[in-house]
């Protein structure tokens, strides 16, 4: 079983920047694709960022793109988003995902339902 846990969340002013890491813990997902998803009021769950098993390819939502930049630390089982000027429009509950099976990187990285494990979510609120 894995266990993903969130932390970085919070209240920021438009322009500003946060980083959001995703601790995992019962396995290690040096072989994983991992994801950050996030949900606002009212709104589905939506892709946000995804990154292969190695960390040497990204995919970004187009909303996201230039501003945020997922990244990885396989040896502490450690996944990161860095969050660039950022906007209102960000304020959301961000979610870490992990998913065992390489091709969701390839084929439906942006589907929520293809990720196995979930964190439990961090709220991070974009003031203007």
């Known amino acids: 079983q894995v266990q993903l846990v969130e932390s970085g969340g919070g209240l920021v002013q438009a322009g500003g920047s946060l980083r959001l890491s995703c601790a995992a813990s019962?396995?290690?997902?040096?072989?994983?694709?991992m994801g950050w998803f996030r949900q606002a009021p009212g709104k589905e769950r939506e892709f946000v960022a995804t990154i292969n098993w190695s960390g040497d390819s990204a995919i970004y939502a187009d909303s996201v793109k230039d501003r945020f930049t997922i990244s990885r630390d396989n040896a502490k089982n450690l996944i990161f988003l860095q969050m660039n000027s950022l906007k209102p429009e960000d304020t959301a509950v961000y979610y870490c995902a992990a998913d065992p099976e390489p091709r969701t990187f390839f084929i439906s990285y942006y589907s929520a339902d293809e990720y196995d494990y979930w964190g439990q979510g961090i709220q991070v609120t974009v003031s203007s």
């Open positions: 019962g396995r290690t997902l040096s072989t994983y694709v």
